[in-house]
């Protein structure tokens, strides 16, 4: 424990986002950070609790007391090899993961959980501008050869494994760019997508090799992909949207947010689009339906588009104010986190 009475003395401090009037006129990430030694002393509230619910509350299982402690005493390569060990790419959860950890945390009681999300992004940041990121090549390889179809977090994270333990893995992704969900629907001012040129560009190195713009089953038969490879992981997610039929549902003016979302990321890329397909909510009153992660980026996306007006509605009842014991955690989180696009 870095320090036993740092949860007493120093409070929760977020490093906060841009300005409102500076972010909605440009699509770069909206949070920022913090100098590195308040970092530090952010990380030294950690408690290091015999149960350490933030490790339950993690579906990758991160051991976030003890990289925290290594964040604390300034050990970033120690911190960075400690996140590493659960987590492929922290870059990534680091920056859009709803930190359940963080609900799970016990200094959440008094409302001041330790910034882990931010931690864990601040690590690999520093990780990599300190040159402790390097290409991992595998000194053996089994000779074996693995298809990965789909290039999203799933698609990523199985080649990354399947790399580092030997395997020959080819990744193949329909889309003409790697990242799946990550590059085409998680918006840049989440998700810059350098940060994912970067890592594709690691993975490159320690000898994954990528195949976008290639549909399996139509640029290349699945026959061949069984016939060439030792195994197949297909990751390809569902892609199938919940649809809502109302009256009214066909009319003109009514997307899917993945819709909307794509297209703008590939606006964003320098992708040129036709007026005809271009979706845009300038001068438009929108309503976004579903309060969900995926729901605020719409209404961010819809504010940097210049809309009128941006109303959205969700079906579950407002959460109650303050902690009420009717309804605990997981029922009603006692701090709830809203997500960056609001």
Known sequence: MGNPK?????????????????RIRDYGEVEQTLNPEDRRLQASRCMECGVPFCHWSCPLGNKQPEWQDRLFKNDIKGAYTLLTATDDFPEFTGRV??????KGCVLNKIHEPVTIRENEAAIVERAFLEGYVKPYVP????GKRVAVIGSGPA????ANQLNRRGHSVTVFE????IGGLLRFGIPDFKLNKSIIDRRVALMTEEGVEFKPGVEVGKDIAVEDIVSDYDAVCIAIGAE?????????????????????????????????????????AKGKNVLVIGGGDTGSDCVGTANRQGALSVTQIEIMPKPPEGEN?????????????????H
């Open 6 to 22: 740092a949860f007493l003395t120093i409070h929760r401090k977020e490093a906060g986002y841009r300005p409102v009037s500076d």
């Open 97 to 102: 993961c709803p930190a359940l950890c963080e």
């Open 139 to 142: 000194k053996h390889r089994t």
């Open 155 to 158: 698609g990523l994270a199985c």
């Open 174 to 177: 329909k889309n003409e760019a």
């Open 240 to 280: 199938v949207p919940r649809d809502l039929k109302v009256e009214g549902r066909d009319l003109k003016g009514v997307h899917f947010a993945l819709e909307l979302l794509q297209q703008q990321n590939r606006v964003n890329a320098g992708r040129e689009i036709s007026r005809d397909d271009r979706i845009s």
């Open 325 to 341: 014991p009717a309804t605990p955690w997981p029922y009603w989180p006692v701090v709830l986190k809203t997500s960056s696009s």
